[in-house]
T-cell receptor, first 118, second 115 residues
Framework: DGGITQSPKYLFRKEGQNVTLSCEQNLNHDAMYWYRQDPGQGLRLIYYSQIVNDFQKGDIAEGYSVSREKKESFPLTVTSAQKNPTAFYLC?????????????????FGPGTRLTVL | GENVEQHPSTLSVQEGDSAVIKCTYSDSASNYFPWYKQELGKGPQLIIDIRSNVGEKKDQRIAVTLNKTAKHFSLHITETQPEDSAVYFCAASKDRGGSNYKLTFGKGTLLTVNP
């Protein structure tokens, strides 16, 4: 059963603590993405990775860090430098090379992690 | 960079009526326009998309139209059902290559279909 998993679904942390959100995919996709969703704001891109060991900042990267050591994993760390970390975080992946006739632009999303910083 | 505007932010219709959501984009080089549906507490899911070499695309009760000259595209849902209630996002991107995998999303439309 292929897909994207994010864990945990709900996460609570105290202010000033770093926290790492997990994202795993078994779709064999090269590209992975992290978005932040706030009410009325849509989806805003935090970081993205087109290939293993490479990633780029998105539109709101400040206070976040990522790594891409394995193709199937793209963890996001929310650092204490992020001023408003409470949000719904979504991970996605896509297959930009479009092998097998796949839609190379389609992004497949995980179920999300709701982070609350107290 | 690309900017996508989406309207309305909320839309309420009676079951069986049609719903239309509109988006505009700023970058004339954008050529891929997907629509995503997000149910409460879940991640968005692609429902239909269109590329700039096509003016209209239909899939059962949903359709998308694209006007490249005016840089706007619209989602049309006919014969709405309560299960269509969700948040809908439009997005835009350029085709494959380099940093062109990024989607720029609109802010979303909360569609409520009243029984």
């Amino acid at each position: 059963d292929g897909g994207i998993t994010q864990s945990p679904k709900y996460l609570f942390r105290k202010e000033g603590q770093n926290v790492t959100l997990s994202c795993e995919q078994n779709l064999n996709h090269d590209a992975m993405y992290w978005y932040r969703q706030d009410p009325g704001q849509g989806l805003r891109l935090i970081y993205y990775s087109q290939i293993v060991n490479d990633f780029q900042k998105g539109d709101i990267a400040e206070g976040y860090s990522v790594s891409r050591e394995k193709k199937e994993s793209f963890p996001l760390t929310v650092t204490s430098a992020q001023k408003n970390p409470t949000a719904f975080y979504l991970c996605a992946s896509s297959n930009p090379l479009g092998f097998g006739g796949a839609n190379y632009n389609e992004q497949f999303f995980g179920p999300g992690t709701r982070l609350t910083v107290l | 960079g690309e900017n996508v505007e989406q309207h309305p932010s909320t839309l309420s219709v009676q079951e069986g009526d049609s719903a239309v959501i509109k988006c505009t984009y700023s970058d004339s080089a954008s050529n891929y326009f997907p629509w995503y549906k997000q149910e409460l507490g879940k991640g968005p899911q692609l429902i239909i998309d269109i590329r700039s070499n096509v003016g209209e695309k239909k899939d059962q009760r949903i359709a998308v139209t694209l006007n490249k000259t005016a840089k706007h595209f619209s989602l049309h849902i006919t014969e709405t059902q309560p299960e269509d209630s969700a948040v809908y996002f439009c997005a835009a991107s350029k085709d494959r290559g380099g940093s062109n995998y990024k989607l720029t999303f609109g802010k979303g439309t909360l569609l409520t279909v009243n029984p």
